[in-house]
């Protein structure tokens, strides 16, 4: 209770009070999170009791960097129910979200300036450019991109969301220097102008219409999975489970069979394909734990399934 005869007091004593400034109450009123009661008789804003546990919370709120607008809500919540509900969740959910994006962007920054930090002096405006190129935290929508533009026309957006989820590296939330190197090379490589030099779709997956794309790609999938099991246990290329599907993933998109000289027929195939090796290559750099054994990449498990293709046809392949 303020000591006023009518139970009110003055703008300068609330402030006092409550530990913040007289400007700072004035704002909050200004905004109306702060109603005052009245105004005495030259003009001067008056606040209820009320006001200071109000004002208490508008300050625990602020400080946590709610916008105005949040703590509005979640103000108007209390004052309607009686305690602070949902409002107060979401706001907090919101702000621990966007903390963690500022976190991921500056561990990002940390490890894009030691990148440029260690490396040779003569190379660090090279590399200042090769990762200034990139946002942070950054964003994989060029790579995304590249991929789509690489894909068979009016393949069905559920078969190329499927794609892409394996196709496109997620950045790992706290970097390391080689891993940030990685994610800009990635970038430069798929941001680069057309050119005769790119990379073309492989003349196996051509020869599949839209529809028969989206199960070749689906099957090569699982196929690509079971071999990066296998590739995880160190175990070499092999005929086996992976192998069947990986055939299979080709032979059901032409409506085929499976049968041995379709397989010796896609190794050669294969073999002779356009690659995009150094994408699986510096993909592997991205998701591979620092300093530890390469992860399998959808690159690296083809590689992997082709040369096991290519024991059980007795096919030579070269890479």
């Known amino acids: 209770m303020f000591s006023s005869y009518d139970g009110l007091c003055g703008i300068g004593e609330l402030a006092e009070r409550a530990g913040v400034s007289v400007k700072t109450v004035r704002f909050y009123s200004d905004n109306g999170l702060l109603p005052e009661v009245s105004r005495s008789v030259g003009g001067h804003r008056r606040y209820g009791p009320d006001s200071l546990e109000r004002l208490r919370m508008i300050r625990s709120l602020?400080?946590?960097?709610?916008?105005?607008?949040?703590?509005?809500?979640?103000?108007?919540?209390?004052?309607?129910?009686?305690?602070?509900?949902?409002?107060l969740e979401d706001a907090v959910a919101g702000q621990l979200?966007?903390?963690?994006?500022?976190l991921r962007a500056l561990r990002w920054r940390e490890a894009a300036l030691r990148s440029v930090q260690e490396c040779p002096a003569a190379e660090r405006p090279d590399r200042l450019r090769l990762i200034g190129a990139v946002s942070a935290p950054p964003d994989t929508g060029p790579l995304a991109r590249f991929w789509r533009g690489w894909l068979p026309p009016r393949?069905?957006?559920?078969?190329?969301?499927?794609?892409?989820?394996?196709?496109?590296?997620?950045?790992?939330?706290?970097?390391?220097?080689?891993?940030v190197l990685a994610f800009a090379r990635l970038h430069a490589m798929v941001s680069r102008p057309c050119g005769g030099d790119e990379p073309t779709q492989p003349h196996a997956h051509r020869a599949a219409g839209a529809r028969a794309s989206a199960v070749l790609y689906a099957g090569l999938a699982?196929?690509?999975?079971?071999?990066?099991?296998?590739?995880?246990?160190d175990r070499a290329p092999f005929p086996g489970e992976a192998l069947d599907g990986f055939v299979d993933a080709y032979a059901s998109a032409r409506n085929t069979a499976d049968t041995p000289g379709f397989r010796r027929a896609l190794a050669r195939q294969l073999a002779a394909d356009p690659r995009i090796d150094r994408y699986w290559e510096l993909t592997a750099e991205l998701v591979s734990p620092p300093a530890g054994r390469p992860e399998p990449t959808p690159g690296s498990a083809?590689?992997?399934?082709?040369?096991?293709?290519?024991?059980?046809?007795?096919t030579a392949l070269t890479a």
Not at 72 to 82: H, Q, Y
Not at 97 to 102: A, F, H, I, K
Not at 222 to 233: F, G, H, K, V, W
Request: glycine content about 6%; overall charge negative; charged content about 30%.
């Open 62 to 87: 602020r400080t946590m960097d709610l916008p105005v607008s949040a703590v509005r809500r979640v103000l108007d919540e209390e004052e309607t129910a009686g305690r602070a509900g949902g409002a």
């Open 97 to 102: 979200r966007e903390l963690g994006s500022q």
């Open 155 to 179: 393949m069905p957006a559920r078969a190329v969301t499927a794609f892409l989820e394996i196709a496109v590296p997620q950045p790992p939330e706290d970097p390391d220097p080689a891993q």
């Open 222 to 233: 699982e196929a690509y999975d079971l071999a990066a099991t296998e590739m995880r246990r």
């Open 302 to 314: 083809h590689d992997w399934l082709l040369a096991a293709l290519d024991s059980r046809s007795g």
